[in-house]
C-alpha cells in the first residue's frame, strides 16, 4: 500500500523533553511538508522540504527542526523550546515541487506535553 | 497579507444540500482546493479548481469560483451523515512556492 505514515498515534512528553515525530512516505514524492492545528485553527506550515538534505522554514518553525536525510523519511523534533507543543501535527508530501500538485496527508500525530 | 476565512460551523438535514463558503485575500492565488477532514484524521483532498475556472463539478460536489469577490464555495448535494467532517478551503499562492494557505475550517453536522 502507498501512503503517508506517522507514528505513534499518540505521543505523550513532559515539558522539558524534547520529542522527535516520524514521518515516512512510500510515494516516492520530492516534497515533505509538516504542519500543527490547533483547535479551532486551520493548519499552520512550520517546515516544508522540496528535495532531499534541503528544508524550509514555514510560518512557526521557531521551537521546531527538521532533517531530510531520505527522500522517504522528514522527521519533525519539538524541543523544549517550542513554548506551547501540544497540538495534533500533520504530515503531508506532494509528488513535485510548485505547480499545482496536491497535497497527500498521514493520519496525523497527537502530542500531549505536560 | 495572505489570509483564508471560513466560517466555522454548519448544521444541515440529511438530504438537503450544503454550501460551505471561502473568501480569501490574495488575487494572485493559482489553486483552490477543498480537503475533508474527518475526527482524529489527516486531511483527505476532495477538489480543487484552478484560479481560471469559474466552476467545477464532481459527482455530487460542486466548487464555484467567484475571483472578483475572491469568493470560493463548495457544494455538496444530497447530504449524508458520512459527510460531517471538517472542511478547509485552501489556496496556493504561485508556482514557485509549495506554500498552502488554510482556512480555518468549517465543521459540517449532518443531522437525521
Known amino acids: 500500500d502507498g501512503g503517508i505514515t506517522q507514528s505513534p498515534k499518540y505521543l505523550f512528553r513532559k515539558e522539558g523533553q524534547n520529542v522527535t515525530l516520524s514521518c515516512e512516505q512510500n510515494?516516492?514524492?520530492?516534497?515533505m511538508y509538516w504542519y500543527r492545528q490547533d483547535p479551532g485553527q486551520g493548519l499552520r506550515l512550520i517546515y516544508y522540504s522540496q528535495i532531499v538534505n534541503d528544508f524550509q522554514k514555514g510560518d512557526i518553525a521557531e521551537g521546531y527542526s527538521v532533517s531530510r536525510e531520505k527522500k522517504e523519511s522528514f522527521p519533525l523534533t519539538v524541543t523544549s523550546a517550542q513554548k506551547n507543543p501540544t497540538a495534533f501535527y500533520l504530515c503531508?508530501?506532494?509528488?513535485?515541487?510548485?505547480?499545482?500538485?496536491?497535497?497527500?496527508f498521514g493520519p496525523g500525530t497527537r502530542l500531549t506535553v505536560t | 497579507g495572505e489570509d483564508v476565512e471560513q466560517s466555522l460551523f454548519l448544521s444541515v438535514r440529511e438530504g438537503d444540500s450544503s454550501v460551505i463558503n471561502c473568501t480569501y485575500t490574495d488575487s494572485s492565488s493559482t489553486y483552490l482546493y477543498w480537503y475533508k477532514q474527518e475526527p482524529g484524521a489527516g486531511l483527505q483532498l476532495l477538489t480543487y479548481i484552478f484560479s481560471n475556472m469559474d466552476m467545477k463539478q464532481d459527482q455530487r460536489l460542486t466548487v464555484l469560483l467567484n475571483k472578483k469577490d475572491k469568493h470560493l464555495s463548495l457544494r455538496i448535494a444530497d447530504t449524508q451523515t458520512g459527510d460531517s467532517a471538517i472542511y478547509f478551503c485552501?489556496?496556493?499562492?504561485?508556482?514557485?512556492?509549495?506554500?498552502?494557505?488554510f482556512g480555518t475550517g468549517t465543521r459540517l453536522q449532518v443531522f437525521p
Open positions: 510515494l516516492n514524492h520530492d516534497a
Open positions: 503531508a508530501s506532494s509528488p513535485i515541487a510548485g505547480a499545482g500538485y496536491e497535497q497527500y
Open positions: 485552501a489556496e496556493k499562492v504561485t508556482y514557485n512556492t509549495d506554500k498552502l494557505i
